[in-house]
């Protein structure tokens, strides 16, 4: 089963990116580059969800925005 996840990246003044979601609650990730901080976010994603339902389950990102607040 796939899970379609929006994730909020936001650069952080030490010059890190922070992940969080409001899909998915508890979901913090973070990284020196934006696809760094994605591929955590996957990797996070997966556990809670794999912790929550008790089972497996994929999650699938919707396509990068080119533009970001």
Excluded: C, N
Aim: glycine share 8%; no cysteine; aromatic share 4%.
């Amino acid at each position: 089963m796939e899970r379609i996840v929006t994730l909020h990246i936001e650069k952080l003044p030490e010059g890190v990116y922070l992940a969080t979601s409001d899909d998915i609650q508890g979901l913090v990730a973070q990284g020196r580059t934006i696809q760094e901080t994605v591929e955590i976010a996957h990797d996070v994603a997966k556990k809670l969800i794999e912790l929550q339902s008790g089972g497996s389950g994929a999650v699938t990102y919707p396509p990068a925005k080119e533009s970001f607040d």
